[in-house]
């Protein structure tokens, strides 16, 4: 069966430091993988899709990046961390074919101070 | 484009009585419908979704959904629910085949009271 990791769980960095959340999945290959931003009361954004290694789409300007070294492993990163930073990454994957079923990892809750 | 809207933020509700969560959405082309739960401090889960045929959807933990393309809704119920169901409970829609296109509503929070 399909598992996804993500990691670390919670965070807290200051302003103005790097961050590095790590996401992997096991028992598939070439998902998609995703990356969302969750604020309190404003759902689900998306900040970043792949359907391959090193392809990344972005889906909003901002701070941060994304990376996919390898199939499996989809990175969030930033070199300097704001504190609007803040929030919920959920990593998340798909297949590559059919009807839009996401699946979560635990997610990592970012606090910049 | 697409939208969703949670019309309740919140909702209380004792244990074992029943429990709608609406959900209405707008697309000018077919959509396929899907309900997530995300309980405290994890990610979200699959409740149930709705890609064609029948218009009522069954899904975990005793959880359905209708679709009504006519009042263009996908309300979430369940005829009683347990204190395990507390959890912020998340519609979502897309208009094409893949999951990036999908928009999530705002969520609702259901709290089961004993």
């Known amino acids: 069966s399909q598992t996804i990791h993500q990691w670390p769980a919670t965070l807290v960095q200051p302003v103005g430091s790097p961050l590095s959340l790590e996401c992997t999945v096991e028992?598939?290959?070439?998902?998609?993988l995703y990356w969302y931003r969750q604020a309190a009361g404003r759902g689900l954004q998306l900040l970043f899709y792949?359907?391959?290694?090193?392809?990344i789409s972005s889906e909003v300007p901002q701070n941060l990046s994304a990376s996919r070294p390898q199939d499996r492993q989809f990175i969030l990163s930033s070199k300097k961390l704001l504190l609007s930073d803040s929030g919920f990454y959920l990593c998340?994957?798909?297949?590559?074919?059919?009807?839009?079923?996401?699946?979560f990892g635990a997610g990592s809750r970012l606090t910049v101070l | 484009a697409q939208s969703v809207t949670q019309l309740d933020s919140q909702v209380p509700v004792f244990e074992e009585a029943p429990v709608e969560l609406r959900c209405n959405y707008s697309?000018?082309?077919?959509?396929?419908l899907f309900w997530y739960v995300q309980y405290p401090n994890q990610g979200l889960q699959l409740l149930l979704k709705?890609?064609?045929?029948?218009?009522l959807v069954k899904g975990i933990n005793g959880f359905e959904a209708e679709f009504n393309k006519s009042q263009t809704s996908f309300h979430l119920r369940k005829p009683s629910v347990h204190i395990s169901d507390t959890a912020e409970y998340f519609c979502?829609?897309?208009?094409?085949?893949?999951?990036?296109?999908?928009?999530f509503g705002s969520g609702t929070q259901l709290t089961v009271l004993p």
């Open positions: 792949s359907v391959g290694i090193g392809q």
């Open positions: 697309s000018s082309v077919s959509v396929y």
């Open positions: 709705y890609l064609s045929g029948s218009t």
């Open positions: 979502a829609v897309s208009s094409s085949g893949s999951a990036r296109q999908l928009t």
């Open positions: 998340a994957w798909s297949h590559g074919s059919g009807a839009n079923v996401l699946t």
């Open positions: 028992g598939t290959s070439n998902p998609n």
